[in-house]
T-cell receptor
Framework: EPEVTQTPSHQVTQMGQEVILRCVPISNHLYFYWYRQILGQKVEFLVSFYNNEISEKSEIFDDQFSVERPDGSNFTLKIRSTKLEDSAMYFC????????????FGSGTQLSVL | AQSVTQLDSQVPVFEEAPVELRCNYSSSVSVYLFWYVQYPNQGLQLLLKYLSGSTLVKGINGFEAEFNKSQTSFHLRKPSVHISDTAEYFCAVRETSGSRLTFGEGTQLTVNP
């Protein structure tokens, strides 16, 4: 089965630094998502992206966050100035159709902010 | 807005025993219901879904779930578990008109020999 690929699997950064988390969605998918899971908490929706623009975002997704599909294959999440509370596992997901019930998730990037 | 509650954070069982992982939800609008599984060091995989029709849905790996509208529940069951079923299981809902998934806290199922 095709896979969503996320790199790196683990990223450590200093508070205040910018980080970019990278994802390669499945090639014929059109809708892209970021979710995150803070240790011990629920998996939370951050943002959905379609046709080169954000289609929906949560309250978590403030001005410190941005997403981009720079080259037609990668889908990135940038955190401009990381805070301690940004430490979490970040999951990328994709599907062909936003109404399609099957989301394909990557294995996640564990972000640790020190 | 929707919310999902998974009543058990950890469920230990012995191999070949039956298991039920509980999930309750609340929503003011119509929702679809899902169970996802996460094996160690892997992403979430869809186990099964309820969209409409029969309230008993069957998924992969011998799992099934029953949608109970009056009790707003969507419990996951398997009649006989294997060691390989050890994983974290997430219940999730999505508005029928939306794309955002709302997850429960997750249940760690540990199958012991």
């Amino acid at each position: 089965e095709p896979e969503v690929t996320q790199t790196p699997s683990h990223q450590v950064t200093q508070m205040g630094q910018e980080v970019i988390l990278r994802c390669v969605p499945i090639s014929n998918h059109l809708y892209f998502y970021w979710y995150r899971q803070i240790l011990g908490q629920k998996v939370e929706f951050l943002v959905s992206f379609y046709n080169n623009e954000i289609s929906e975002k949560s309250e978590i997704f403030d001005d410190q966050f941005s997403v981009e599909r720079p080259d037609g294959s990668n889908f990135t999440l940038k955190i401009r100035s990381t805070k301690l509370e940004d430490s979490a596992m970040y999951f990328c997901a994709s599907n062909r159709d936003s109404r399609n019930e099957k989301l394909f998730f990557g294995s996640g990037t564990q972000l640790s902010v020190l | 807005a929707q919310s999902v509650t998974q009543l058990d954070s950890q469920v230990p069982v012995f191999e070949e025993a039956p298991v039920e992982l509980r999930c309750n939800y609340s929503s003011s609008v119509s929702v679809y219901l899902f169970w996802y599984v996460q094996y160690p060091n892997q992403g979430l995989q869809l186990l099964l879904k309820y969209l409409s029709g029969s309230t008993l849905v069957k998924g992969i790996n011998g799992f099934e779930a029953e949608f109970n509208k009056s009790q707003t529940s969507f419990h996951l069951r398997k009649p006989s578990v294997h060691i390989s079923d050890t994983a974290e299981y997430f219940c999730a809902v999505r508005e029928t008109s939306g794309s955002r998934l709302t997850f429960g806290e997750g249940t760690q199922l540990t199958v012991n020999p």
